[in-house]
């Protein structure tokens, strides 16, 4: 006897649209900056859901998925290591403004 009529079929996953996307984010505002109170959090959740919109929107017409997703994935690289840099800057120029302040 087979078991292949008690298990649940699985959906196809439907893809992510561009209205689902925009749900997402005023869920994260909600959750992130429920009362509004700091409109940098909300400008960081725009830029980064924008961001998010066009990487789902050049996957989802690419004819070649591998590539898209390498170019995705190297962007994401360089912009990461651009902050991180940045840090590491801000980082040293305020260790030497605070230690050049400093009494002996």
Request: charged share 30%; hydrophobic share 25%; no cysteine.
């Amino acid at each position: 006897m087979s078991d292949n009529s008690e298990k649940p079929q699985q959906e196809t996953p439907k893809e992510l649209d561009q209205n689902d996307i925009h749900t997402i984010q005023n869920m994260a505002q909600k959750i992130l900056n429920p009362n509004n109170d700091n409109p940098q959090i909300n400008e960081y959740i725009q830029s980064t859901f924008a961001y998010i919109g066009q990487a789902l929107m050049k996957m989802q017409t690419s004819n070649d998925k591998q590539a898209t997703a390498k170019e995705i994935a190297d962007d994401l690289t360089q912009r990461f290591e651009a902050w991180v840099k940045a840090r590491e800057e801000s980082k040293k120029e305020q260790d030497g403004t605070s230690t050049q302040e400093e009494p002996k």
